[in-house]
């Protein structure tokens, strides 16, 4: 596996391989890599020719306030767990490599951006899409793999690949958990066993929602109502959101049918946590 910091020297070597007639897969992390950033790549390892992941904490993405000298980093277990998993090449640039000038150009990304994640987390969304334009104008040809855990995130990407015709095919990939449920972090480290406990309160309050409409709940206000209220009986946990949208674009369904996605946020102790489920009412679709 081959390992580089620098963006021309990253962007070369995907191309070398595109020349010599590879398919090149794309994994973008932010690192403190866990099975669910590895699935991704092992994805990647069965479609493509050279598996390329990255690792860098987006300065961008972070508000003011938020965790980004917290988050967590560990470079040399990351490598290592990169290679098992299959990947070629990991680029992992330093701030400097990615933002040699401070950026004054940046992606918007509509209503999608002002939302949920958007309405929590002023600016996330965009710092997002403006770091993996970035690595898209980078890496060039690929098929580039996202997971679902970060449904909004996902969809934002979609967009960007739409409207501003990056040659990418966006992999959405389902959301790895722990046997309880919680899906997986990095954040989740940063929490005590307690809170790691109460974390599982957002995969039992989407299940929750899941099973109001199983039993036939025709209010989206009452669906959000008993997912809200899973999450608030946990005192360790700070229910940010709880909410019911269209599956694609997130937008207010008129009429609980179709796809639909459910969606939650919460802080437990030190971080936040966010967790949605997929499914089709009048018939469950995998998440
Ligand atoms: P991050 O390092 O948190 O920016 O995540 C990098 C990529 O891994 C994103 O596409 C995430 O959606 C994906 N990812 C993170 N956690 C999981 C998980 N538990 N299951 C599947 N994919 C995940």
Redesign the pocket.
């Known amino acids: 596996m081959q390992v580089t910091g620098s963006a021309s020297g990253f962007a070369c070597l995907l191309e070398r391989a595109r020349a010599g007639g590879g398919r090149v897969g794309l994994v ?4 403190s890599l866990h099975a ?2 590895l ?2 790549a092992k994805r990647a390892r069965c479609a493509d020719d050279l598996v390329a992941l990255t690792i860098f904490v987006n300065p961008l993405q972070f508000g003011p306030g938020e965790d980004l000298a917290q988050y967590p980093r560990d470079p040399e277990a990351d490598l290592e767990a990169a290679e098992a998993a299959g990947a070629d090449l990991v680029f992992a640039p330093d701030e400097a490599e990615m933002y040699p000038d401070p950026p004054l150009v940046s992606v918007g990304v509509g209503v999608l951006g002002q939302v949920l994640e958007g309405a929590s987390r002023p600016g996330h969304l965009e710092g997002v899409a403006t770091v993996v334009a970035k690595l898209f104008a980078l890496a060039g040809r690929t098929r580039s793999y ?2 679902e ?2 449904y909004q ?1 996902l969809l934002v990407v979609r967009r960007l690949v739409k409207d501003l015709s990056f040659p990418v095919e966006v992999v959405a ?1 389902p ?2 958990r722990e046997p309880d449920g919680l ?4 954040r989740n480290a940063r929490l005590s066993p307690t809170e790691r406990g109460a974390a599982t309160a957002l995969v039992r309050g989407l299940e929750a929602g899941r099973e109001a409409l199983r039993r036939g709940a025709g209010e989206l206000a009452e669906v959000e109502a008993a997912m809200a209220a899973v999450v608030e009986a946990e005192p360790l946990a700070r229910l940010d959101y709880a909410a019911v949208r269209r599956d694609g674009d997130l937008s207010l369904p008129e009429r609980l049918e179709g796809r639909v996605r459910l969606l939650a946020a919460a802080r437990v102790g030190p971080v936040r946590l966010i967790d949605n489920l997929g499914l089709r009412i009048g018939g469950e679709a995998p998440a």
């Open positions: 973008p992390t932010m690192g669910g950033h699935s991704l996202f997971g855990k970060d995130q990939c959301t790895v899906a997986l972090s990095s």
